[in-house]
């Protein structure tokens, strides 16, 4: 499993071309947002969460399940399937690969975001980065659970972002409330039933991910 996260890490290492990509695509949805809705600073603040996780959302849908993409067109996918080793452990190292790759992409649009919504993150960080990280397993969870079914069809660019997007929506809606209250100042304590639905849909997906990978892949 190490071996897998460590290859897919040093190949985006060489590329650079996926984070920079999704940053690129972050800023154009912070700005569309901004500019297409003609908001003032208070509505900024105010829909700022949603402005936030929006932009996350679909900028990653073109980096989850990238790395299962590229080896099925190498024609590496079927080795990796056939492989000794446990089937789960392939879900769980190209998981791991899909929450770095957008954790580095997300540390770089905080700022630009924070900037734009002016928004204070200085003394909320730690929170925030707790919310930041749940709600990007969750979708890297999901993401990473249905590549390899969209992996194998024609329209595989598209197919992803359709089987995956409905199901994120209650991982959207619990990270926005989550963000919003952290921003306000509110404790990881006090986020309550949002809290609960966001740390439940981690648990959920990466359990059914784990086990259900298996069949996934050989079909």
Do not use: Y
């Not at 897919?8 to 060489?14: A, Q, T």
Request: include cysteine.
């Amino acid at each position: 499993m190490g071996a897998i996260v460590w290859k897919d890490l040093l190949s985006e290492l060489r590329n650079r071309d996926t984070v920079m990509s999704l940053f690129v695509l972050g800023v154009l949805v912070l700005v569309i947002f901004q500019f297409a809705l003609n908001l003032s600073p208070a509505e900024t603040r105010r829909l700022a969460p949603g402005m936030l996780w929006t932009a996350i959302v679909f900028s990653s849908s073109i980096a989850i399940g990238r790395t299962l993409i590229s080896e099925r067109e190498a024609g590496c996918l079927g080795a990796l399937v056939i492989a000794p080793i446990d089937r789960g452990s392939i879900f769980i190292a190209k998981l791991v690969v899909n929450v770095v790759i957008l954790s580095v992409f997300e540390v770089t649009l905080v700022p630009v975001f924070a900037l734009m919504a002016d928004v204070s993150i200085l003394t909320v960080w730690p929170q925030l980065a707790v919310v930041m990280f749940a709600g990007t397993l969750g979708l890297a969870a999901v993401g990473t659970l249905f590549a390899l079914a969209a992996a194998g069809t024609r329209a595989r660019e598209t197919m992803l972002p359709l089987i995956a997007l409905p199901l994120e929506i209650p991982l959207l809606l619990a990270a926005v409330q989550c963000t919003e209250a952290v921003l306000t100042g509110a404790s990881l304590t006090g986020l309550g039933a949002w809290a609960n639905l966001l740390f439940a849909f981690d648990a959920l997906f990466v359990a059914v991910g784990w086990l259900a990978f298996e069949f996934v892949a050989v079909e």
